[in-house]
């Protein structure tokens, strides 16, 4: 126990007042703290106050939506959800959303199978060309997407896979995307490799070794390479615009094109609301994995 002595007891009583000099350096840092936090508030509000608009926009009526700037509804109403949800073809925005689900789903699970395989291949192996081999890899990552557009088109047109979701996710499968490969190597280059020659030592196999010491460690990773391929995946509208030509297969992306081209006059809270709507899949997966999200693309930078 902790005995106090009578200097102590009477400091503690009878502290001392603070000097004018103390009292001028906390008001100066409170002032201090109070601009930081309003520039950061204001810069903050300008940043999302585009997407406030956005979903403030959606419970307007067309003639209120450009009356004013601000994004607050005088009257709030449904009608928007209510109208954009039917859409002017036979199809509600439910099948666009499923959709874009069978198009979202196959896609992120190749992209993260397929790049983990590649990039553990290139991080712990030794081959012949390895070197010429990952720089071809890393020059295609400065390749424009456009350029190869034509050449893929003819291929797919002669595989017999043009208006399917084939060509918008089986490149996937067999780590299309150099971009998460090299970002899975710089995770996998920050791993100590005791812990899988251990279990090479217990008898396990590479892919053994891979499944069950490397992926629960390349989480935080592999995570993001999901959470990225999704979030690109439901913003896609060059892909499915090429690829696809049946109305019944759209995606939301074309689909909100698609309301667009339907009538001369706008109906823009129908477009805006529904826009809101296909905003949403992307908000949710990424706050459900917002703390492995940040840890992975974090490690990745710092520990390359």
Known sequence: MVSLSPTNVAAQVNPEPPTALDIKLRRKSRWNAAIRYSLLIIVGFIMIYPLLWLIGASFKTNAEMFSSPWFWPKEPTVDGYIQGWKTSTPYTFATFFFNSMQIAIPKVIGTAISSTLVAYGFARFEFPGKKIVFAILIATLLLPDVVTRIPQYLLFRELGWLDTYLPLFVPQWFAWEAFFVFMLIQFLRAIPR?????????????????????????????????????MWTMNDFLGPL??????????????????????????????????????????????????SFIEGISSGGVKG
């Open 242 to 291: 090429i690829y696809i030509s049946t109305v019944e297969k759209y995606p939301i992306s074309l689909a909100l094109k698609l309301s667009i081209d339907a009538t001369e006059a706008f109906n823009w809270n129908s477009i805006l609301a529904m826009t809101v709507l296909a905003l949403t899949p992307s908000l949710i997966v990424f706050f459900l994995a917002q703390k």
């Open 194 to 230: 005791e812990m899988e020659e251990a279990a090479r030592v217990d008898g396990a196999t590479t892919l053994q070794t891979l499944i069950y010491v490397v992926v629960p460690m390349l989480l935080p990773a592999l995570v993001s390479v999901c959470l990225f391929q999704f």
